[in-house]
């Protein structure tokens, strides 16, 4: 989202966009190195550079219901949808626009989907073009038609001077060298029969140095905003203007906490000097106006998107429309008296239309049934916040681990592969190998470096086979004590001897001694007053964990610690393992919180479920989120795990179910699945994962396993396919590796390749080449233009 468009990929876009302009025919462009693909309609050539998608006729969505099939409350909505549309065609044609024009094609098409599935045939645009023309030429001043517009941008950028324009006459005073609206002002006029209801405002200063005032007026814009709301809001900026600090994102940040995320629901960005010279290109010679008004225009969407905090919004599909406006009274006009624009098109028109448009659909939208809810902010790029359904479907498949009580101790990875896999270690190998081998002696460092190399290879392999006899040998009885402990819990001796917090279970147990915590990393570059030794703590011995949260990218000189995290687990009624983390965040202008927290429960031997309650931040709401799984043994090598989780997230409400299933195929090969499905005011997420195990035939006492896994999911047209592949192996005497390769169906994915050795030191060496290509650069700037240059 931070990298401006390829100037080539918008010249071809464009230029295959002149071409179609005729036709009106949907295109798609694909950039030059195939990472990028534009959805284009006719309208792109327009002052508005509209992004769409491909326009269906509208007289197409007709059905042939009699009207003995339409109720009567349908039949009332259609009137209206019909009144609506005829007076949107009443506008287009005093505007001087065809039918066939790709902006009013969209609205008309949206208009029929407003209407639904069922359409008497007197509800044609036929008809409704024909009633169009009559009251025309009637020429009645009965539209019944308003707009209440606010304006709002910077200040020097020409918001006074559009307003005069638009209204045709010299209704503000405006000046060159300084801002000329001091207060809010309303002003009262027509246009081409429709009145106006516009808000000038004073233009907003830099909120580095101008903050206050910035409060004031965006104070006293909410004031008439909950007075009149706003049919349409103007956001105007300079086209040769651009500040390539933060300036633009703080004060548009500033604007969208005072007057709310829903300011932009009908907002229109507006263009000044859009006659202005366009700068030269990467190849010295100017850009194409095109070009230069794409290039604009994408700079003010991100930043948008990035005060409303949803980067979703620099989706082609979902940007807000642009409009040019030129104020210069030099410029060239066309018969009519408006100004031209270098391109050779009326602005006036183009953004009366766009203003004409918004207007239109949100009656429309309010006159669609519940059930057929219509958002008209689609045909101009803005979507409602809606839950993260990928995000809240990935927290659904994961598999999670049960808690225990802390008498029954062993993580669940280690109870699958003991239940999964029991038969590894059988009562028959209780002859264990290693109280058999003869005595062996260790050899000190200056004893094995006097013997010879193939002596010192023997010692190391036989050095070697007895540590892993030993591990094996630990592993056996890990596995037997794990044994014997559920076999007590199925007599009732397991659960009775724990006491919980409030008894004496662990008198007599040695007291644990406070350790330090390790001391905050310090940052590459760093000076003497780096403030990094003057937070040092113990991990005390409570049983409740608590440590500060250190921030990753602080400002100089700073402590860096801007939180606080909490950590305990208990046994509730001293039966039910619970436990819970919280992490808590804060600074001046955000608060994050993130808890998680479970608690357990078994039902018999076999059987288990857990509860649990997660809370995040996300954006500026919190996110509740319950979940409960119950888990169950149905066969001696295999778990199914059943789950749902319920989201409330603002006024939305998402629910999931999930299905997972763990089985071992053999002694070695482990298979888990998982799928589930997110739904969410009428959307739904699908996702399933797939896991391949081989484990090394002394696993766990060799790591050496292999891992491969397979994710789906798919969220309304989107389908994504992950694989991974993962292995770790031993490459010699204290040394292993751990490959992973990751690809998706984007044809994009990654390889990492890791190596430890305790042994081989000298492979550390390896990580001096970066630094010393870096380094060469450095010194070298030139070198990689050089040889690359062929």
């Given amino acids: 989202a931070k990298e401006l468009l390829n100037s080539a990929t918008l010249a071809a876009l464009l230029k295959a966009a002149a071409g179609a302009e005729s036709g009106g025919v949907g295109l798609t462009i694909t950039s030059p190195d195939g990472s990028k693909v534009f959805p284009l309609d006719g309208s792109a050539h327009s002052g508005s550079l509209l992004q769409s998608s491909k326009v269906i006729p509208p007289s197409n969505v007709v059905d042939n219901a009699s009207k003995g099939n339409i109720s009567h409350e349908d039949k009332q909505r259609f009137e209206k949808l019909q009144r609506l549309r005829v007076k949107f065609l009443r506008l287009v044609q005093r505007l001087g626009h065809s039918h066939a024009d790709p902006m009013?094609?969209?609205?008309?098409?949206?208009?029929?989907?407003?209407?639904?599935?069922?359409?008497s045939r007197e509800f044609t645009l036929e008809?409704?073009?024909?009633?169009?023309?009559?009251?025309?030429?009637?020429?009645?001043?009965?539209?019944?038609?308003?707009?209440?517009?606010?304006?709002?941008?910077?200040?020097?950028?020409?918001?006074?001077?559009s307003i005069n324009s638009i209204l045709c006459e010299q209704k503000l005073r405006i000046d060159a060298f300084e801002p000329a609206t001091t207060s809010v002002k309303e002003i009262v006029g027509t246009v081409y029969g429709v009145k106006m209801r516009i808000l000038d405002t004073p233009g907003l200063q830099s909120p580095v140095t101008d903050e206050g005032t910035n409060r004031k007026v965006l104070a006293s814009i909410n004031r008439f905003i909950r007075k009149f709301p706003p049919d349409v809001v103007l956001y105007v900026d300079r086209l040769d203007a651009h500040d390539k600090d933060l300036t633009d994102f703080l004060l548009l940040k500033s604007l969208t906490d005072s007057l709310g995320s829903s300011i932009w629901q009908n907002a229109i960005?507006?263009?000044?000097?859009?006659?202005?010279?366009?700068?030269?290109?990467?190849?010295?010679?100017?850009?194409?106006?095109?070009?230069?008004?794409?290039?604009?225009?994408?700079?003010?969407?991100?930043?948008?998107?990035?005060?409303?905090?949803?980067?979703?919004?620099?989706?082609?599909?979902?940007?807000?429309?642009?409009?040019?406006?030129?104020?210069?009274?030099?410029?060239?006009?066309?018969?009519?008296?408006?100004?031209?624009?270098?391109?050779?098109?009326s602005w006036m028109s183009q953004l009366l239309l766009l203003c004409y448009s918004v207007k239109i659909l949100s009656e429309a939208s309010s006159l669609s049934k519940p059930r057929e809810q219509f958002d008209h902010q689609k045909l101009f790029g803005f979507r409602?916040?809606?839950?993260?359904?990928?995000y809240l479907l990935s927290s659904l498949l994961q598999s999670r681990s049960h808690l225990k009580l802390p008498n029954t101790e062993g993580s669940e990875d280690v109870d699958l592969d003991t239940e999964l896999g029991s038969w590894t270690y059988s009562d028959e190998e209780d002859n264990?190998?290693?109280?058999?081998?003869?005595?062996?002696?260790?050899?000190?460092?200056?004893?094995?470096?006097?013997?010879?190399?193939?002596?010192?290879?023997?010692?190391?392999?036989?050095?070697?086979?007895?540590?892993?006899?030993?591990?094996?040998?630990?592993?056996?009885e890990e596995v037997k004590r794990m044994r014997e402990i559920k076999r007590k819990g199925k007599d009732g001796d397991d659960n009775n001897g724990y006491i919980g917090d409030d008894g004496n279970a662990e008198e007599g147990n040695p007291a644990t001694i406070p350790v330090p915590l390790p001391d905050m990393v310090l940052p590459p570059s760093f000076d003497g007053d780096n403030p990094t030794y003057r937070y040092r703590f113990l991990d005390s011995a409570s049983q409740l964990l608590s440590r500060p949260v250190l921030d990753s990218q602080p400002w100089d000189h700073d402590i860096g610690y801007d939180g606080v995290s909490l950590e305990r687990s208990l046994a509730i009624a001293g039966y039910y393992p619970g436990a819970f983390a919280v992490q808590i965040t804060k600074d001046k202008r955000e608060f994050n919180i993130h808890l998680d927290s479970s608690v357990c429960t078994k039902h018999g031997e076999n059987v288990s479920t857990m509860a649990g309650l997660d809370v995040q931040t996300v954006g500026k709401q919190l996110a509740y989120i319950f979940r409960g799984e119950t888990k169950f043994r149905n066969f001696e090598i295999n778990r199914t795990t059943a789950g749902l989780l319920v989201t409330f997230l603002g006024e939305n409400v998402a629910t999931g179910l999930k299905i997972e299933d763990q089985i071992a195929v053999s002694k070695r090969l482990l298979l888990a699945g998982t799928a589930g499905a997110m739904?969410?005011?009428?959307?739904?997420?699908?996702?399933?994962?797939?896991?391949?195990?081989?484990?090394?035939?002394?696993?766990?006492?060799?790591?050496?396993?292999?891992?491969?896994?397979?994710?789906?999911?798919?969220?309304?047209?989107?389908l994504g396919l992950m694989a991974n592949l993962q292995s770790q192996f031993s490459i010699g005497h204290g040394s292993s590796m751990t490959v992973h390769v990751g690809l998706n169906n984007k044809q994009s994915g990654q390889i990492n390749i890791k190596t430890s050795s305790s042994d081989q030191l000298h492979i550390a060496l390896v990580s001096f080449l970066p630094i010393a290509a870096?380094?060469?650069?450095?010194?070298?700037?030139g070198s990689d233009s050089k040889s690359s240059a062929y």
């Avoid at 095109?290 to 980067?311: C, K, P, T, W, Y």
Wanted: hydrophobic residues 35%; charged residues 25%; glycine residues 6%.
């Fill in 104 to 119: 009013v094609a969209q609205v008309l098409y949206r208009l029929a989907i407003a209407a639904g599935s069922l359409f």
């Fill in 269 to 345: 960005v507006t263009l000044t000097h859009a006659a202005s010279a366009s700068p030269e290109g990467p190849m010295g010679e100017p850009l194409s106006f095109e070009v230069f008004v794409a290039q604009r225009s994408h700079v003010i969407h991100r930043a948008i998107s990035q005060a409303v905090g949803d980067l979703r919004l620099m989706n082609p599909s979902m940007m807000h429309p642009v409009a040019l406006v030129e104020n210069h009274p030099s410029c060239p006009r066309d018969g009519n008296g408006e100004i031209l624009l270098p391109n050779g098109q």
């Fill in 127 to 161: 008809s409704a073009k024909r009633a169009a023309t009559l009251l025309e030429a009637e020429g009645k001043d009965d539209l019944d038609f308003s707009l209440n517009i606010v304006v709002l941008g910077k200040t020097g950028v020409g918001k006074s001077a």
């Fill in 384 to 390: 409602l916040r809606s839950p993260p359904l990928a």
């Fill in 679 to 718: 739904r969410c005011q009428g959307d739904t997420a699908y996702g399933a994962n797939i896991e391949f195990r081989l484990k090394d035939k002394d696993f766990p006492v060799e790591q050496n396993q292999t891992t491969f896994g397979l994710s789906l999911v798919k969220w309304r047209r989107d």
């Fill in 432 to 476: 264990d190998e290693y109280d058999q081998l003869p005595p062996f002696k260790p050899l000190k460092r200056s004893e094995v470096d006097k013997l010879s190399k193939e002596e010192r290879k023997a010692y190391y392999e036989e050095y070697d086979y007895r540590v892993k006899l030993l591990q094996k040998k630990q592993w056996r």
């Fill in 774 to 781: 870096s380094i060469f650069r450095m010194v070298y700037p």
